[in-house]
């Protein structure tokens, strides 16, 4: 057969085939466009800078409050109150004499001046001494009344008393029943004057308290000492129906948040691991630890792997937390926070290509459980879409190329 006859035919499949690949990938095209409508098809960490943008206002009622991160601005939220236990409760020594309490136990000792009286031990037979003058009666508890038992003087109210004022009242109640009574009084459990400890301690138990004073660390040296790591301990004191939390390491180097407790306290020490959130165009998209004396946001940024130079939109940096009220108004002093809100939600914005940036990120602290992120560049999502049409085109060539052939075959 000529090979002009085998060739002929083929022009008008050709032509056929290659009419299937156009249409293909026009309907590919189509497709795709519809799909990726605003970029919302293609794959990303989260939103990029022009979304935050638009998002963020300062009217009440909005979702969050963007803020430019500057020196000024870096220097007035660190200006922050750490919480602190001097400023919550004060540093004072108890000066008050432990006074006796519901639910303390109590022993009573007696003496009397001659033999032969009510609380003396009877005469031995023909000897001349008359043997013990004094009797202790069993430790017993301060009832709910208050009051203890004591016999011969009946019930002797001693709830809010010191043992020495308890003393002179069983003196007087037993006067011209005993021989020149003496009255000793010792509170052996005193529950009233001690202090709870529990948490992250080796024996977490109630502990009483020393005339002399104890400090924070005293009692938590006698409840056998911190199991957890010293950087992610935290110590929570609750006195009066307010409760303070303050970071362990901070009350071991600052002498004055080792404040003394009084009898009531409660001391809780928490375990707290402190860490930020990396995630978006990040070299590494984690949850890191760091110190509880917080991380700047140079080092929040190194120990995430920095910003990925092919991927990261430099103006799009961005820490994600919630803010006091009282922070938020000193940064926005035109804001009105809705009503009965504590904290507001703050977005603070990094420009990288600003030199001035870099002076900001070591002034700027980040704080436990804060978002670090870091958004995509526009660039990036035009290469994805790009992208995406290659494949699009690709796979519609392939078919094309791929029916042609099997044509030609038949």
């Avoid at 022993?107 to 005469?123: C, N």
């Avoid at 004055?256 to 998209?285: C, M, S, W």
């Avoid at 035109?334 to 809100?341: Q, S």
Wanted: glycine share 8%.
């Amino acid at each position: 057969m000529p090979l002009s006859r085998i060739l002929a035919p083929q022009q008008p499949l050709r032509s056929r085939a290659l009419g299937a690949q156009t249409g293909a990938a026009l309907a590919a095209l189509a497709l795709a466009l519809g799909g990726l409508s605003g970029c919302a098809g293609i794959p990303r960490a989260g939103p990029t800078a022009d979304e935050i943008q638009a998002e963020a206002t300062s009217d009440v009622g909005d979702r969050y409050i963007l803020i430019q991160l500057t020196p000024g601005v870096a220097d007035r939220v660190g200006r922050r109150p750490p919480k602190s236990f001097a400023a919550s409760f004060g540093d004072y020594r108890p000066t008050d004499e432990p006074r006796i309490g519901i639910g303390d136990s109590i022993t009573v000792t007696i003496w009397e001046a001659g033999p032969g009286g009510l609380f003396s031990a009877p005469l031995l037979n023909d000897r001349i001494s008359s043997g013990s003058n004094s009797a202790t009666i069993p430790e017993q508890v301060v009832a709910r009344d208050g009051a203890i038992s004591v016999p011969y003087a009946g019930r002797i109210p001693v709830s809010g008393r010191t043992p020495r004022d308890v003393q002179q009242v069983i003196e007087k109640a037993l006067e011209g029943k005993a021989i020149q009574p003496q009255v000793l009084v010792n509170v052996t459990r005193p529950i009233s004057n001690s202090v709870t400890i529990t948490g992250e301690v080796v024996n977490g138990a109630r502990l009483p308290l020393t005339v002399r004073g104890d400090r924070l660390l005293d009692v938590i040296a006698a409840a056998g000492g911190v199991r957890s790591p010293i950087n992610e301990a935290y110590i929570e004191v609750t006195r009066g129906g307010r409760t303070t939390r303050v970071a362990f390491s901070r009350v071991v180097a600052d002498p004055k948040e080792n404040i003394y407790v009084h009898p009531g306290d409660d001391v809780t020490v928490v375990r707290d691991p402190q860490a930020f959130l990396a995630l978006g165009a990040t070299g590494r998209n984690a949850e890191v630890p760091f110190e509880t004396d917080g991380i700047t946001l140079a080092e929040a940024l190194a120990q995430s792997g920095g910003v990925l130079d092919m991927t990261a939109d430099p103006k799009g940096v961005y820490i994600f937390r919630f803010e006091p009220i009282s922070i938020v108004r000193q940064l926005r002093p035109d804001w009105t926070p809705p009503p009965g809100a504590i904290t507001a939600p703050v977005v603070y914005q990094l420009d990288l290509t600003d030199p001035v940036s870099l002076f900001a990120q070591q002034r700027f602290a980040v704080l436990n459980r804060d978002v670090l992120y870091v958004s995509d560049a526009s660039a990036v999502q035009f290469e994805k879409i790009a992208n995406v049409f290659n494949i699009a085109f690709s796979a519609a060539n392939n078919a094309a190329t791929a029916a042609y052939y099997v044509k030609t075959l038949k």
